[in-house]
C-alpha cells in the first residue's frame, strides 16, 4: 500500500509538471532544473550565468530550500526574477514538488524571458524522482565531494541531462579532477554529457551558455 | 491523512530506535549516528577514528548508501567491522530507518564492540527525522559546502548533540573559515558544540576521540 500511495502521488505530480512544461514551451521559455548536494555551487553558478547572458532580467529563478530566503535574495542582486519556495510549508521537506512549482508561475513574467531555472533542494536523492516541469535537468557535482558521488547515487546521473563538475579549480587541494569525475559519470551512465566548471575562474562557463542556446534552439525547433 | 500516515511511521520508527538503543545500552556500545551532505567526510573520519582508537576491531560501523558498498569496503581495509545496508532496497532510499539497523545488528559481535556508528545517506533533510537507536548525533558540514548550510538546513543542526566542521584545511581555497561556520551553527542553536576537523592534517582529531570517551563513560554512569 505504501508503493501504490507514493505511486498515486508520482503519477499526480508528473500530469502537472507535464502541463507546466507544455506552458512553458508555448511561452517560448526553456526549463532547466538543477540538483545537486547542498554546497556544489547552483546558486554559484546562476550568479555566473546572469553575467553572461547579456540581459539577467531575461532570465528566472525558483529556487526550492528548506528555510531562507538567501538564495534568491543572491539572485535578485544580480538582476534575476528569482521566487524563493521554503519547502518546509509544503509537506515534504526534501524536494520540491511541481505543485508549488506551477503555483508561483503566475507571478513571473514569462514573455520576458528566455530561460526559467528551477534550482531545487540541495539533496541527491529525493529530487530526482519528482519532475517540475523542465526541458532540461542538470546535476551538479563538486570535485570536493569526492569521485564516488555517480555511483553512491546512480539516478542523479541516469535521470539527468547533463552532469556538471563544479569547482574544478579545487582540484588540487582535493585530490580530485574533472577527469576522474568524468569516468565516474561515464561508468554510470557510458554517454553522458559532462562539463567543467569553475564560477572562480570562468572555466567552462561560456560551454555551459551554449548548452543552455542550442537547448533553447531545440524547443523552438 | 498524508500527515497522519507519516506519523505513524515515525511512531514506529522511534519505538524500534528506542528498543535498539536500550539493546546497545545493555551491551556497554555507544551509538553515534552520523548525518552530512554527499562528500562531507564521514567516511574519511570514521577510517581516521579507526587508526585513532588503538584497535579498531572494537569500532563497528552500519553504512547507509543508495547503492554501492564501497564505503564498507573502505572501513574494512581499516579493520573495523562494517555492515553496508543498501537503502535503494528499503522502501526510502533517501535515508536509513529502524527496521534494517535492527536487522542487521545480529550480525556484529556487540560483546566486543566500544563504539557502533551508523553512517546515514548523504542527505541533510530526510535522515535527520529518522532515529535508529543513536545515544548521539553528529553532522559533519564541510566548508567547502559555504557558510549557509546551517541556516538552510536548521533540523541538522537542532536535532544533533554535536556539528562537527570538516575539511578546515580547504579554507584558505573557498574563502570560509572554522569561526564563519561556528557562528552559522549558533544562529541556529546558540550553544551547540562545534568542532573542526580534517583528516588530512590531523586538525581536530584529538578532540573527535575525547568526544566519544567522554560519551561513552556516560553511557556507563
Given at each position: 500500500?505504501?508503493?501504490?500511495?507514493?505511486?498515486?502521488?508520482?503519477?499526480?505530480?508528473?500530469?502537472?509538471?507535464?502541463?507546466?512544461?507544455?506552458?512553458?514551451?508555448?511561452?517560448?521559455?526553456?526549463?532547466?532544473?538543477?540538483?545537486?548536494?547542498?554546497?556544489?555551487?547552483?546558486?554559484?553558478?546562476?550568479?555566473a550565468t546572469a553575467d553572461a547572458w547579456g540581459d539577467p532580467s531575461r532570465l528566472a529563478v525558483i529556487v526550492g530550500?528548506?528555510?531562507?530566503?538567501?538564495?534568491?535574495?543572491?539572485?535578485?542582486?544580480?538582476?534575476?526574477?528569482?521566487?524563493?519556495?521554503?519547502?518546509?510549508?509544503?509537506?515534504?521537506?526534501?524536494?520540491?514538488?511541481?505543485?508549488?512549482?506551477?503555483?508561483?508561475?503566475?507571478?513571473?513574467?514569462?514573455?520576458?524571458?528566455?530561460?526559467?531555472?528551477?534550482?531545487?533542494?540541495?539533496?541527491?536523492?529525493?529530487?530526482?524522482?519528482?519532475?517540475?516541469?523542465?526541458?532540461?535537468?542538470?546535476?551538479?557535482?563538486?570535485?570536493?565531494?569526492?569521485?564516488?558521488?555517480?555511483?553512491?547515487?546512480?539516478?542523479?546521473?541516469?535521470?539527468?541531462?547533463?552532469?556538471?563538475?563544479?569547482?574544478?579549480?579545487?582540484?588540487p587541494y582535493v585530490g580530485v579532477s574533472l577527469g576522474e569525475l568524468t569516468q565516474a559519470v561515464h561508468q554510470v551512465?557510458?554517454?553522458?554529457?559532462?562539463?567543467?566548471?569553475?564560477?572562480?575562474?570562468?572555466?567552462?562557463?561560456?560551454?555551459?551558455?551554449?548548452?543552455?542556446?542550442?537547448?533553447?534552439?531545440?524547443?523552438?525547433?
Amino acid at each position: 500500500m505504501r508503493v501504490d500511495l507514493s505511486r498515486a502521488v508520482l503519477a499526480d505530480n508528473d500530469a502537472l509538471a507535464d502541463a507546466t512544461r507544455e506552458a512553458l514551451t508555448a511561452a517560448g521559455v526553456l526549463c532547466v532544473g538543477l540538483l545537486s548536494s547542498p554546497g556544489a555551487g547552483k546558486t554559484a553558478l546562476l550568479e555566473a550565468t546572469a553575467d553572461a547572458w547579456g540581459d539577467p532580467s531575461r532570465l528566472a529563478v525558483i529556487v526550492g530550500d528548506v528555510a531562507t530566503e538567501a538564495d534568491a535574495d543572491r539572485l535578485r542582486l544580480k538582476g534575476v526574477p528569482a521566487v524563493q519556495i521554503n519547502t518546509q510549508h509544503h509537506g515534504a521537506a526534501c524536494h520540491l514538488a511541481a505543485e508549488p512549482v506551477a503555483a508561483v508561475l503566475a507571478t513571473l513574467d514569462l514573455a520576458s524571458t528566455d530561460v526559467l531555472f528551477i534550482e531545487n533542494v540541495g539533496n541527491l536523492v529525493c529530487p530526482v524522482g519528482f519532475r517540475l516541469g523542465e526541458h532540461r535537468r542538470a546535476v551538479l557535482i563538486s570535485v570536493a565531494e569526492g569521485p564516488d558521488k555517480p555511483s553512491k547515487y546512480p539516478k542523479a546521473v541516469l535521470e539527468t541531462d547533463l552532469a556538471i563538475v563544479t569547482k574544478v579549480d579545487l582540484s588540487p587541494y582535493v585530490g580530485v579532477s574533472l577527469g576522474e569525475l568524468t569516468q565516474a559519470v561515464h561508468q554510470v551512465r557510458p554517454h553522458a554529457d559532462v562539463l567543467g566548471l569553475s564560477t572562480r575562474t570562468g572555466e567552462g562557463l561560456e560551454a555551459w551558455v551554449e548548452w543552455l542556446r542550442e537547448a533553447r534552439a531545440q524547443l523552438h525547433g
